[in-house]
């Protein structure tokens, strides 16, 4: 192989594109794959890593009879008022793909608890990645690798090449160092979504939303601004999960975190989840719910209130607070609960946080697993001094407003919480092959596009469908893009 030329060139080293690299390459082609990280990984691994499919051995386990037909047609249910700008055509694509690539995930070496139901889907259909989204990362590597993919990271792309119209390669930047690589065959985008990049939701969102950062900071948008560079164009660029308040996450990751991905172990934690009784895993599921996730909006309903860093507070909780977060000092603010609340919050169903179809987590968990996000004081005076906050402001926040005031301690507090994006709705317009479209609907020859990058107005909404598509997409993306161009 040529180090410069190659047949199929990925730019993105998250799920969509290492499914791309793989399928390009088992359908013959050479396939280089570039990654802007140190690592690969993306959105993939910073997710909690759901995947929604129907026909999966886990359904057949349980005696579900489900069809891709039927995902297809539960799916508007989470859309709303939002539905008229959803791709059913992709859907389709998706829905019918997820079942074939769910067991390609597993034949990799993948692992999952479930499935979970989640209304309005009629059956059960969530499965939940074992012993955490890494595997995702860990197995497909391995299998790029093993199959020959070429892997590069540290590899930003910067510029797409061109000749007659066609795209050509890519022009690479690595420590200040630009290269030309040249794709025989075309270049696939999947770079990911843009939630961590000012420039693209200050123009399709607003500039409040530009000052909210993302799950993942390295998701600036790259794949979308490279093919708008071409006259593609991005759709549904102000949709988003988001923004919304989160716990900050912990310095140290926690076990859950750090378990290494071994075939043998998810296996071994698939079994436990479904045979062992609750009350012996909920101390290990706590590690997972307890970390970055958010704080239910019924702590606000309930009369919690938020402050700053200076106790002071500085918004309607029930109004999006998570718009008004980022002006506060250093982005973060703090939940206030009264004994009271802190009582209240400490059994179902009135929970602190959840991850849907694995646990729900209350007061006593944060103070067991989160002793740096959760404060226990007896008066107003020592939680002020522990959070170096003015207690005359932070008296007068749980006294004043338009909610009854929060009455005697011991008084618990959590946070700090920030303001995130968890991802983005905005990607490329692509046809049916995976094509990216330039303004007038034709295919910009040679140029795909995967996952968030290429999501093309298919609405993702309700828990394992952005996963889903991200490896759907990519596994297609890469197949039509390793065919000889006619």
Known sequence: MSGTAWDVIV?????????????????????????KNPRLGGSTSWSIGSITSTQ???????????????????????????DPRDNPALRRVLCEGIPDTFQWLLESGVRFMGP?????????????????????IYHLERRARAEGVAIRCDARVVRLLQEEGRVTGVLMRNAGDAEELRARRAVVLAAGDF????????????????????????????????????????????????????FIPPQRETLLRRLPPWRWLASGMAWAIEFLPAAILRPFVMQFVTTALAPSPALFDAG???????????????????????????????IVLDAKLAARFSAWPNFVSTAPGVAYAYVPDYLRNRPDVTVCEVSLPALAGRLGMDVAALARSLRDGDVPPLGEGPYVVLGPVRSVFV??????????QHRVLDANDKPIPGLYAAGSTGQGGLLLKGHGHHLAWAFVSGRRAGRNAAAKPG
């Open 304 to 334: 919690a209130r938020l402050v700053n860093a200076r106790g002071e507070r500085f918004c309607d909780e029930r109004d999006r607070p998570a718009y008004r977060v980022p002006m506060q000092p250093g982005g973060q603010a703090w």
């Open 423 to 432: 991802h983005a709705e905005g990607g490329l317009m692509v046809d049916l």
């Open 56 to 82: 999966t051995p886990h359904q057949r386990r349980k005696g579900i009879v489900d069809s891709p037909a039927e995902h297809w047609a539960d799916m508007p249910g989470f859309n709303g008022e939002l």
């Open 11 to 35: 730019v993105g080293g998250g799920g969509a594109g290492l499914a791309a690299a793989i399928e390009a390459r088992a359908a013959g082609a050479t396939v280089l794959l570039l990654e």
């Open 195 to 246: 939630t961590s990049s000012p420039e693209l939701k200050a123009r399709f969102m607003g500039e409040v939303e530009a000052q909210v950062g993302g799950v993942n900071a390295t998701a600036t948008g790259d794949g979308q601004q490279l093919a708008e560079a071409l006259g593609a164009r991005i759709v549904n660029g102000d949709l988003a999960l988001g923004p919304e308040l989160r």
């Open 116 to 136: 979970m139901p989640e209304p309005p889907h009629r059956q059960p259909r969530m499965h939940n990645v074992l012993p955490n989204s890494r595997a995702f």
